[in-house]
């Protein structure tokens, strides 16, 4: 019944391994399985063989597999996780699978809070973002928050990095139209905006030590430049990528009509590499860290989201 879930490595007779190699970790379990559903070895509402099974076949302890699961689950792959009964493939795995990073690039609104609540499966969350402001970051969040308070994920230590423009440089964007009238007020708008967000995202995090229990970090330092893209780091596995779009418009700042050039970033297009999915988007996951620490070490500055 489970045998195209079997694992080459174990012989179908003994169960016993025929070679020994390292733990797997719940990522690299999580992608044979999906290996599975893509090329459909598992069926669409097919029974799951069970974590102990499935523990044993990879040769893991059964909260690695656990945490593979609820992955694939927050993908939307699988249904009834739970550890009382199998899992079963989802109904319509094609759907999720087209989400993936071969999928075409979407809007920020509808790409990054899915991909946020996916990191949020794992056991220790890492998430680094470069970005103007991080409202799209604050609104992606609330997704995996909602889920932890629901009792569906609960991670046990959560590593936030922020890098954000400096107050004390002149912008790239936003800036007035019209030159230096009015660029105290479209810089003071920014600012504003700049530390809101990062305090309500600072919050509602640290707020899950007390609710929760989870082990928490959340760091902020600011650039001397401005981004003219954001990126999202996703646990060490995926980078979502997006350019900033300038556009001319007008908004009332200060009781005053104001016509500038800015970023929406929430509708920035966001564009998907994940770790093994090809040596381009290794290579491009692997070098998008390497800057963003490059950064964060370097000519980055301690950040005070104050007034």
Partial sequence: MYGAAVDPEHDSATGRKRSQRPQRTHHEVADALRARIRSG????????????????????????????LRVLQSEQLLTHVSKGSPARVAPDPARALTGGPEAPPLPTTVTLAPRIARAFAAEHVE??????????????????????????????????????????????????????????????????????????????LLALRSTHGIDVRVTFRALPFTPPVKLYLLNGREALFAYYTLTRREAEIGREQLEMYDAQGTRS??????QGAGPRDTTFVEQSHLWFDALWETISSELALGG
């Avoid at 070895?41 to 593979?68: D, I, N």
């Avoid at 107050?167 to 003071?188: C, N, Q, T, Y």
């Fill in 41 to 68: 070895a598992l069926t669409p509402g097919a029974r799951m063989p069970t974590q102990a099974r499935l523990a044993e076949e990879f040769g893991v302890e059964r909260g690695v597999v656990r945490q593979a």
């Fill in 127 to 204: 998430i680094d973002a470069v970005c103007l402001t991080s409202v799209s970051l604050t609104l992606a969040i609330g997704e995996p928050l909602r889920e932890i308070h629901a009792g569906r994920l609960k991670p046990a230590r959560v590593d936030v990095r922020v890098l954000l423009p400096s107050r004390d440089i002149d912008l790239a964007f936003p800036v007035p139209v019209a030159g230096p009238r009015g660029d105290d007020l479209v810089h003071e708008r920014w600012l504003t905006m700049r530390n809101a967000q990062g305090q309500v995202l600072r919050h509602n």
């Fill in 269 to 274: 297009m966001l564009f998907s590499f994940r």
